[in-house]
Structures are given as structure tokens and as C-alpha cells.
């Protein structure tokens, strides 16, 4: 999805100049003349910068940014000043600007200061405390999950480092939250950044933080996320993307509790609690030198494992009716349920995405369902997953079985849809006797209530045996 930019800008020329300029460069444009206009068309689109002239006809854009922080305190806010009005920028970024930028600029400085605040706020969650989107929290019905959560929560209760493996999507966030939630930090920050979202030459300025001057376009001084978390917690994720020459400095910063900003001079003392995680493999990133030995055993003081969500079956079902509940409600829907169809194929699909994909795909299904959610609204298709049969004990045989099996339920299901739920029309379409289909629907446990059957007389059906002629 392309970043939208939201300008404000009174002068035809200009907003038309600016919005050429931002989209040539890839990102979609709003474009408005007042800050009242501005106000107006905010809360219809997902804003991934606002920028906002100070100039501007009745509303000013100081005041535009105060009325916007009152609906939002996350959304970049960037203001343009005229050259030697740097107090009013100084004033903007008392009220939560995020950087200014003075008149006259060359594009490309915009577009580099741009993609600066947005970036800096998709690595870096700033909110304090330890709320989620939903206030949700990391459940499971699984016993090997829950003592891996037992295990967490035991880890919790001192200042330990603790390193979280998984795959991505299964929750390695959720579970940092946990141990935040049950240390004796629970009321102080909690900050995740994410090492893969930023690019390799600004992580340093976002750990450690950076004095005004210190770089181009460094334009005030920003506290690092060390710095930020001291008294609470910093959770780094995937941290195995980490550039190698950073796994040094952070080292040296967790092993001393100290820092320097980047360009300054004075030693700032830290004490955050860390937790990391990463879905790299360890050993590998080992041996090609990717992750350091030296910070990977800093790191790994405690160990947790999160189970991918094919192996914690009891999971899906219960996170499934989680997440419909919740988009059911949103879209006004509130009656959505899962068919029993829909149930099986949620079970028997491998999740490659885990809980992550899981969420999306109840998402999409609620939007597309009107009163019950069937197999097509899901989305996903059921195939042998080829790389999860290699990781289990199946013999050749058992894979041919399990593919077959699919296969048939596939096609039964299909011709009993076309024959309106008539078995012994879908027996002569499958080329199998009535009894062989009846034992398979059967065996396979092809619920009656999805297929959509025809109640038709019974004289008007096919001449059939009476138990050919009832339903299963």
C-alpha cells in the first residue's frame, strides 16, 4: 500500500508543485487549501504524514496541529515555515510536530524529511504502558504453549534478557507484552521497535538518539529508545536483521548501561529491561556471521520458543471465533458465524502466516459474508503443504492417503453443490456406486447443512431404493 501524504497549502501553485512532487516519488497525495478543509477530510482517509503550511487563511497551521492531536497523537506531522521564522517551528515542535521544513526547500530535501518521520514512526511504538490494538493479550489452550508461558512469566519476575524464537506472525509480540505485564515494570514504558522496518543508517540515531546537527536533516534533538525505556521495557524485534556493526554498539551500551547520542558528548545512564526476538535461524546466522556470537549470548540469557500455529490446533478455532467477534462487531455483523465447512477447513489449513494470517483472513471473511461465513469467503485454499510433511514422520504412503483424501472431499463437495445436494445424481457424475458415495460423505463427515439441497417431491426424483432416496 502507498504512504498517503495529507498537504495543506493555500497557494494553488505550490499544492499542486508539492503533490507532483510526492507522487512522482511514489506516495498518494490529499490535497487542500485550509486547515478547516483539512479537518474535514482527516477522518475519512489513513494519513501516513500530514504536510502543513503555517500560513494559512483563518486557522493557522500551529492550530490545525493542535486540533489534529486531539484526534490522533501518532499520525507525522510535518509544518513548513518561511525562512527566519524559526521560533514558530520551535512552537510547533513544543505542540507535537514532528520536524519543520523552511521556504525555500529543494524537493528532494522534502521527500528525505518525509520519509524520516514516517519511518521513525513505523519502527517505533512510543506509547506507554502496555496496551495493544484491542487490549489483546496472548491466550492458548495448548499445554506446550502454556508452559512456555509459565516459563515467561518466571522470567518475568526479574531484570533477565530474554530472547523470544518463532516464526513471524505467532505472536512474539504479544508474549514480550506478557512479560512486561507480570514484571515489576508493568507501570513504566514499553517500547518496541521493529530492526527490520528501518533502514540500516538511521537505526543508530533511533537507538541511541541523535543531538540537533548532528547529521543532515537532524533539525532538533530525539531521544533514543534506550533512553526512552530506561525504567521499562524495550522489545527489539526481529533483531537477527540487525546490521552487525549495531550489534556491537548496543552491545557495549547494554553491558555498560550507558550511552551518547549521536553527535554529543554527554554520557546518559540507561537501565532498560530488554526483550528480543527474531524467526531467523540461530545456528545459521551463527555460522554466516549475521548475528555475533558475543550479542547473541547477551541476548539469550532466558530462551522461549513460540509454537507456530499448526502445531497448537486447539488454538485456531477459539482465536478464530476471537477475531470474528471483534470484525463481526466493527462491520455491523453481529450474527456472523463459521459453518461447520468453514470450521474444517479453518482446522485443516497449515497457517503459514500463524496467528497474524489467522486475523487477516477473519478479517476479509467478515467483510465478504452476510449472515455465514462458508469456505470461499475464507480465502485459502487446502493443498499439501510439502515443507510441513517434511517436518513430520509421515511415510510416502500416508502422503499419497492424505492427498487423496483432500482431493475426493474437494470433488464431492463440488458435485453435490451442482447437483443441488442429489447423491444419486453426484454417484453417476463421480463414476461410484450410491453406497460408496454414502459411505465416503460419511467417513469424511460432509456436513448436509452446507450443501445447498433442493427440496423437491418425492415422486418427481430419480427411482431409487428408499435408502438411496433419504439424506445420510
Known amino acids: ?145 502454556e508452559k512456555m508461558l509459565g516459563q515467561a512469566k518466571k522470567a518475568a519476575r526479574v531484570d533477565t534478557t530474554v530472547l523470544l524464537l518463532g516464526e513471524s506472525g505467532s505472536g512474539k509480540e504479544l508474549v514480550a507484552r506478557y512479560i512486561h505485564e507480570h514484571s515489576t515494570r508493568h507501570d513504566k514504558s514499553f517500547v518496541a521497535v521493529n530492526c527490520a522496518a528501518m533502514p540500516p543508517e538511521l537505526l543508530e540515531s533511533e537507538f541511541f538518539g541523535h543531538e540537533a546537527g548532528a547529521f543532515t536533516g537532524a533539525t532538533q534533538t530525539r531521544t533514543g529508545v534506550l533512553e526512552l525505556a530506561s ?135 467478515s467483510l465478504l459474508a452476510e449472515e455465514s461465513i462458508l469456505p470461499e469467503h475464507l480465502g485459502v485454499r487446502l493443498q499439501l503443504d510439502y515443507e510441513s510433511i517434511h517436518e513430520t514422520t509421515q511415510t510416502l504412503p500416508e502422503i499419497a492417503a492424505e492427498a487423496s483424501r483432500r482431493a475426493e472431499v474437494t470433488m464431492i463437495e463440488r458435485v453435490l453443490r451442482q447437483t443441488r445436494g442429489n447423491k444419486s445424481k453426484a454417484s453417476k457424475i463421480l463414476g461410484v456406486s450410491y453406497k460408496t458415495l454414502l459411505n465416503k460423505i460419511r467417513d469424511y463427515e460432509i456436513g448436509k447443512e452446507d450443501i445447498e439441497e433442493e427440496r423437491v417431491p418425492l415422486s418427481s426424483r430419480e427411482t431409487d431404493s428408499p435408502s438411496e432416496t433419504s439424506s445420510p
Not at 497525495?29 to 504524514?49: G, K, M, Q, W
Open 231 to 365: 525504567e521499562g521495557t524495550i522489545f527489539l524485534d526481529e533483531v537477527g536483521d540487525m546490521p552487525p556493526l549495531l550489534q556491537v554498539k548496543l552491545l557495549r551500551a547494554l553491558q555498560e548501561m550507558e550511552i551518547k547520542r549521536v553527535g554529543g558528548t554527554k554520557t546518559i545512564r540507561i537501565n532498560p529491561r530488554i526483550v528480543a526476538a527474531t524467526n531467523v535461524d540461530i545456528e545459521e546466522a551463527l555460522r554466516s556471521g549475521k548475528l555475533r556470537e558475543d550479542f547473541y549470548y547477551r541476548l539469550a540469557v532466558v530462551t522461549l520458543e513460540i509454537p507456530p500455529l499448526r502445531e497448537r490446533p486447539n488454538d485456531i478455532l477459539p482465536l478464530a471465533e476471537y477475531f470474528l467477534e471483534y470484525f463481526s462487531t466493527v462491520s455491523g455483523k453481529e450474527k456472523l458465524r463459521f459453518s461447520k465447512a468453514s470450521k474444517k477447513v479453518l482446522r485443516e489449513y497449515t497457517w503459514p502466516g500463524n496467528v497474524r494470517e489467522l486475523e487477516n483472513v477473519i478479517e476479509r471473511a
Open 1 to 145: 500500500m502507498k504512504e498517503n501524504i495529507l498537504i495543506v497549502e493555500d497557494a494553488d501553485t505550490l499544492r499542486t508543485v508539492l503533490s507532483d512532487v510526492l507522487v512522482a516519488e511514489g506516495y498518494e497525495t490529499v490535497s487542500v487549501a485550509t486547515a478547516e478543509e483539512a479537518l474535514r477530510v482527516f477522518p475519512d482517509h489513513t494519513f501516513h504524514c500530514i504536510l502543513s503550511d503555517y500560513r494559512l487563511p483563518e486557522m493557522d497551521g500551529i492550530q490545525l496541529l493542535q486540533a489534529i492531536r486531539e484526534q490522533n497523537q501518532e499520525v507525522p506531522f510535518l509544518i513548513m515555515t518561511a525562512f527566519g521564522t524559526i521560533d514558530i517551528a520551535v512552537e510547533a515542535m513544543q505542540l507535537g510536530a514532528n520536524d519543520f521544513i523552511t521556504k525555500p526547500f529543494d524537493p528532494s530535501d522534502l521527500q528525505g524529511k518525509i520519509q524520516e518521520v514516517i519511518s521513525h514512526r513505523q519502527i517505533l511504538n512510543r506509547s506507554l504502558g502496555k496496551d495493544t490494538r484491542r487490549g489483546r493479550k496472548f491466550s492458548t489452550n495448548d499445554a506446550h504453549t
